[in-house]
């Protein structure tokens, strides 16, 4: 596996491997690799011919008091993991090369932005939107794999791409999960061990409205109610949102369909957001 940081070296790179009529998947992330980047390389390698892996730390995606500066790194782990994924190229490039002097594009997508995340971190889908367009431009991407434990970025993700007519696959992959349904996030690692037992408390929020929704209820200003409940009742969570949205356009359901989709984002102790979301009448 090659490690490439300059954004010129990649595009020279990916335009050879074109040129031999070769397929490129690029899988976006922020590093910090657990399982769930883990199974989005593999994916990717089932995809295309050669799999590259951006790793980026975004600054334009993170707000004011956000956690830019606390977000977990470890080069020389995630180089050793991705190694061993089926990557090719690991493009780790510095904040300097991805916005370089004279950078003054926003990619900003409409209304899909409007709910959820998009409401409570204030500008981030843009700085998501402008980056990935970037990464798909200096990859020359043929397709990419987004996770759906991120719901939101991958309908923002194929929205803009069909809008721009951008010509690459948008892959999703389901949420990977630890053994007791937590799931997986690079920012699991700022739980202690109290927290992390609370975190839990949205995978069983999920499974609670399932076997609601299985019960029978329709009703999703009461699933949401039951929802919220059992989140506040454990100590130390602030809910940042709970909704049950279409998944076609995240706007709020009133009645459960096949395609609503519980998405959730929780505070705990006022220091760690962890989000997680599934459809309520399908799956386990
Ligand atoms: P991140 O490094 O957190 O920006 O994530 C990079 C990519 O991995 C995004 O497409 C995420 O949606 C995806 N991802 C992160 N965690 C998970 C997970 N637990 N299951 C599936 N995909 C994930």
């Not at 397929?23 to 994916?43: D, K």
């Not at 699933?223 to 998944?247: F, S």
């Not at 395609?259 to 997680?276: G, K, P």
Request: aromatic share 6%.
């Amino acid at each position: 596996m090659q490690v490439i940081r300059s954004p010129a070296v990649m595009t020279a790179w990916a335009e050879a491997e074109r040129r031999a009529g070769r397929r490129i998947v690029l899988v976006p992330t922020m590093g910090f690799f657990h399982e769930g980047h883990l199974s989005l390389m593999r994916l990717a390698a089932g995809h295309g011919d050669r799999v590259v892996v951006s790793l980026f730390v975004n600054p334009a995606q993170f707000g004011p008091g956000e956690d830019l500066a606390a977000y977990p790194r470890d080069f020389e782990r995630d180089r050793d993991l991705a190694g061993r994924s089926g990557v090719d190229v690991l493009f780790a490039p510095d904040v300097e090369d991805m916005y370089p002097p004279g950078f003054q594009t926003t990619v900003s997508v409409g209304d899909l932005t409007r709910h959820l995340c998009g409401s409570s971190r204030p500008g981030h889908f843009d700085g998501v939107a402008t980056v990935v367009t970037r990464l798909f431009g200096i990859t020359r991407a043929d397709a990419a794999v987004f996770g759906e434990k991120d719901f939101q970025q991958l309908a923002v993700i194929r929205r803009l791409v069909a809008d721009l007519n951008l010509g690459l696959e948008i892959i999703g992959h389901p949420i990977v999960r630890e053994e007791d349904g937590l799931a997986m996030s690079s920012r699991n690692t700022y739980l202690d061990e109290d927290e992390r037992a609370t975190a839990l408390c949205l995978y069983e929020s999920l499974r609670l409205a399932r076997r609601e929704v299985a019960a029978g209820v329709r009703d999703c200003a009461l699933l949401r109610e039951r929802v919220r409940a059992h989140i506040l009742a454990r100590p130390g969570t602030e809910i940042d949102y709970v909704a049950l949205v279409d998944t076609a356009t995240l706007e709020p359901c009133e009645r459960v369909t096949d395609t609503t989709l519980l998405a959730m984002a929780v505070r705990i102790n006022n220091r760690v957001r962890l989000i997680d979301n599934g459809l309520v009448l399908t799956g386990t």
